[in-house]
């Protein structure tokens, strides 16, 4: 069953935790966004939207297709002035053409069944001289073994049909490509890094977490029982009983709409 993006109980599921330094280093590697427009596309609670308005963008807007996420993403943005939000479909805004300089897209391409309708709709979207950037996760991201910090291998050491399930609906890194340039992109690059998802002070905490991610996350694949099972497997496996750090490896793909 996929994930209920609409559902009011998944309200939080994109914004309870803290951006990685080393995602903001990343993306500043890539742009800058110093008085940019820029378009955040499957916000979700609006986590990154937040950190681009304060990286110095002169303006956000977060689109997402869950009237949930957006009033998530309002109710946390209150008080930044340069951050707006409004639902919209990914393959479909009905935004104006040419309105941003930096679209960026996280997580978002493994939800949307045709990925070449949300590329176009980002070249659309796009001024000429704009960059895209796709942050998600590909069949190569998902495959490490488990381990202290990669928390993720746990599920599928323990459960491997959900690591089938995760091939099935993750991009491969050379298809996004293909796509990026049949929707009119050039000068595409790819890189990998791990993120911090989040910051666990005790196990007892990475439990609570994994409790919460049920609804959502691809542990929305598994019945009650089985969490449980999971979870004592992790804590099992994992000697530390102090700080866990829980990364996840991502896939980057940037894109420029030349002139
Ligand atoms: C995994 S969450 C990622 C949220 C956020 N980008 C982040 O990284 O924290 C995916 C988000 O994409 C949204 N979404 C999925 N399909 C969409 C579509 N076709 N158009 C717009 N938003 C979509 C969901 O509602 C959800 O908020």
């Known amino acids: 069953m996929p994930i209920n993006f609409h559902n009011v109980e ?12 080393e995602w903001i280093k990343n993306i500043l590697a890539i742009a ?7 378009l955040d596309i499957g916000c979700g609670g609006g986590l990154y939207t937040r950190v681009w308005a304060q990286l110095g ?3 956000v807007l977060g689109i997402d297709f869950s009237e949930v996420m957006i009033q998530t993403a309002r109710d946390l943005s209150a008080n930044i002035p340069n951050i707006s939000f409004s639902v919209g479909d990914a393959t479909l805004t009905g ?19 045709d990925i070449s309708s949300c590329l176009n709709e980002a070249f659309r979207l796009l001024k000429t001289g704009g960059i895209y950037i796709v942050q998600d996760r ?7 073994p488990a381990s202290e910090e990669h928390i993720r291998g746990y599920f599928f050491e323990k459960f491997p049909h959900l690591l089938e399930f995760e091939h099935k609906r993750r991009p491969h890194l050379n298809k996004v490509k293909e796509e990026l340039i049949k929707s009119g992109f050039s000068d595409i690059r790819t890189f990998s890094f791990w993120e911090t998802r989040k910051i ?13 991610r049920k609804g959502r996350s691809i542990l929305h ?3 009650d ?4 099972n999971l979870i004592t497997y992790i804590s099992s496996s994992i000697r530390s009983k102090e700080t866990i750090i829980e990364k996840d490896r991502w896939t980057i793909w940037t894109a420029l709409k030349s002139p």
């Open 138 to 144: 590909t069949p190569d991201d998902i495959v490490p």
């Open 32 to 38: 800058n966004p110093q008085g940019k427009q820029v």
């Open 57 to 59: 963008a002169s303006n």
């Open 221 to 223: 694949e598994i019945n």
């Open 95 to 113: 935004l104006d053409d040419k309105l941003a300089d930096i679209i960026f897209e996280r997580a978002l391409i493994h939800h949307v069944s």
């Open 225 to 228: 029982i089985q969490l449980e």
């Open 200 to 212: 666990y002070p005790s196990m007892a905490d990475l439990t609570t977490d994994l409790r919460e």
């Open 10 to 21: 998944n309200r939080f599921s994109y914004s309870n935790r803290q951006v990685d330094p």
